[in-house]
T-cell receptor, first 109, second 112 residues
């Protein structure tokens, strides 16, 4: 999207390894940073989010970190499992084109 | 609590036909959105409604119209379908702004 750049577009890891996906945004007004997971043929679902007054948030094996000065935030998945294989999207509302283009994560057993 | 309900789930149209995609949410959310997702691609915003009574264009509005019928319902209309509109359409809602979208299950539309 024009407001958010997401990298990498594809990521392949071995089961048990960590995965990191990074997003860079341009709108200084952005203060809420969610991550969505979309399994094949299904709807995107919110998995974790962070607000601009917090630098890091964890939920079991997933975490999101935010660097507001540098305008980037990252999704970290530890101890990856095959069921983590999906497309992951970041977002940085407000803005008309708020989603990143997605990262296809493949976890190899 | 159904969340966000979209109908229909599947639709095949002939070029030039019209149709309306329906979306309803039961979470008392203020904002609603329509996205399209082409194969292997990301989510592109078509139209959104920040609150009841308002609608605005998104990234790819051409060929579409919307109606925010009430707080619950937000419909998307294709007046004259074209093959380029073959896609999966997702409706979403959020309490306000872009916070924590809840997506519908999608409508798979094919225009032949």
């Amino acid at each position: 999207g024009e407001n958010v750049e997401q990298h990498p577009s594809t990521l392949s890891v071995q089961e048990g390894d960590s995965a990191v996906i990074k997003c860079t945004y341009s709108d200084s007004a952005s203060n809420y940073f969610p991550w969505y997971k979309q399994e094949l043929g299904k709807r995107p679902q919110l998995i974790i989010d962070i607000r601009s007054n917090v630098g890091e948030k964890k939920d079991q094996r997933i975490a999101v970190t935010l660097n507001k000065t540098a305008k980037h935030f990252s999704l970290h998945i530890t101890e990856t499992q095959p069921e983590d294989s999906a497309v992951y999207f970041c977002a940085a509302p407000p803005g008309k084109s708020t989603f990143g283009d997605g990262t296809t994560l493949t976890v190899k057993p | 609590n159904a969340g966000v309900t979209q109908t229909p789930k599947f639709q095949v149209l002939k070029t030039g036909q019209s149709m309306t995609l329906q979306c309803a949410q039961d979470m008392n959310h203020n904002s609603m959105y329509w996205y399209r997702q082409d194969p292997g691609m990301g989510l592109r915003l078509i139209y959104y409604s920040a609150s009841e009574g308002t609608t605005d264009k998104g990234e790819v509005p051409n060929g579409y119209n919307v109606s925010r019928l009430n707080k619950r319902e937000f419909s998307l209309r294709l007046e004259s379908a074209a093959p380029s509109q073959t896609s999966v359409y997702f409706c979403a809602s959020s309490e306000w702004g872009g916070d924590g979208y809840t997506f519908g299950s999608g409508t798979r539309l094919t225009v032949v």
